[in-house]
C-alpha cells in the first residue's frame, strides 16, 4: 500500500471511532505527557491500534493519541511522539502529522525537551522556539512527491506563527513565568553533543538543541498548518555548564518546567 493510502486508511480508523471535528493538534515530547492531564479526555487510542502508526520505543512516550477538550476547544494530542533516532524513516516520523491534517487539524503545537546552549538559560526553563536549523541527515519531504500533501517547496520563512509567539509570549508575561525566546536545532542523535559540538551549535546560531520537532514542523508548514512550539530545557550544552547527564536527570529538568509549558499551552489554547 503506498504512503498516501496508508495515511487515508489511518485517518479513516480513528474518524470511526472519534467524528467529531478537531483543529488544534498537540505533540508532547519527552517527559511532557502529563501536558496531557490538561485534557478533558473523550476518548484514547493506543499507537498500536491505529493502522500503519509507528510506535514508540522511547520509555517516556507513553504511546497514546487523545481526543478531548481543553476549555472550550477541541483538541488531539500524541502523547509519545517517534524519533529519527529509533531507526524510522522521516515519513514514519511524521506520519502522525499528516493524519491529523487529514483529520482537520489546522493548528499544531509542539514541545520537546532540548539541551540549552545560550548562557542566560538554565535547567528547567522554557524557551519558546522562533525559528530552527534542520541538521538532520534526512529531510521528509525527501522522495516522490505527493501533491495531496502540499507542495514540492514549501516556505520555511516563518515556521513558527509569529502571531502565536506574540500571544504566548504575552501570557507568559501576565503569569509571570521565566521564559527565553531562541532558535531550535534539530539533530540525529540518539548521543548527545560533545563539548565542540555544542560550541559549533551556538556559533552557527543555535540557542537549544534537541532531537525532535523539526520534522514535524517541516511537514505541517508543507499542510499550511500554523506552528507553535515550546522546549523544556533540560540540560546544559554552555561552556563551563557541561556535565555528564542521564535520562532521570533529563525527565526530573522536564518535570520542572511542565508545569510552566502547561499553562502557556493551555492558555494559547483557549485564546486562539
Do not use: W
Not at 533516532?85 to 511524521?94: A, I, L, P, R, S
Not at 542566560?120 to 541527515?137: A, K, R, Y
Not at 527565553?180 to 555544542?198: D, F, I, K, R, S
Amino acid at each position: 500500500m503506498n504512503y498516501i493510502n496508508q495515511i487515508k486508511e489511518a485517518t479513516q480508523f480513528i474518524r470511526n471511532l472519534y467524528s467529531e471535528p478537531v483543529n488544534i493538534g498537540i505533540i508532547l515530547g519527552t517527559g511532557l505527557g502529563k501536558l496531557g492531564e490538561q485534557i478533558q479526555v473523550d476518548i484514547e487510542i493506543d499507537y498500536s491500534e491505529i493502522p500503519h502508526f509507528p510506535v514508540s520505543t522511547v520509555e517516556s512516550h507513553s504511546g497514546k493519541l487523545i481526543f478531548g477538550k481543553i476549555g472550550s476547544k477541541k483538541v488531539m494530542a500524541m502523547k509519545g511522539r517517534f524519533h529519527y533516532y529509533e531507526g524510522y524513516t522521516m515519513q514514519e516520523v511524521t506520519f502522525p502529522v499528516r493524519v491529523m491534517k487529514m483529520l482537520g487539524v489546522s493548528n499544531l503545537l509542539v514541545s520537546n525537551a532540548c539541551g540549552g546552549l545560550n548562557p542566560s538559560q538554565h535547567v528547567g526553563e522554557v524557551m519558546i522556539i522562533q525559528d530552527h536549523i534542520d541538521l538532520f541527515p534526512e529531510n521528509p519531504l525527501r522522495g516522490k512527491h505527493i501533491e495531496e500533501l502540499g507542495i514540492r517547496f514549501p516556505d520555511m520563512s516563518d515556521a513558527y506563527s509569529p502571531r502565536l509567539i506574540e500571544l504566548a509570549e504575552k501570557i507568559a508575561v501576565e503569569q509571570q513565568f521565566m521564559f527565553h525566546t531562541g532558535v531550535y536545532a534539530g539533530v540525529q542523535g540518539p548521543n548527545l553533543e560533545t563539548p565542540a559540538e555544542y560550541k559549533y551549535l551556538r556559533t552557527i546560531g543555535a540557542d537549544a538543541v534537541g532531537m525532535s520537532t523539526v520534522p514535524e514542523v517541516i511537514v505541517a508548514r508543507q499542510m499550511n498548518l500554523e506552528v507553535f512550539g515550546i522546549s523544556a530545557i533540560t540540560d546544559l550544552g554552555v561552556e563551563g555548564k557541561i556535565k555528564k547527564v542521564t535520562i532521570a536527570e533529563v525527565l526530573e529538568a522536564a518535570a520542572m518546567a511542565e508545569p510552566i509549558m502547561a499553562k502557556i499551552m493551555a492558555e494559547l489554547i483557549k485564546r486562539m
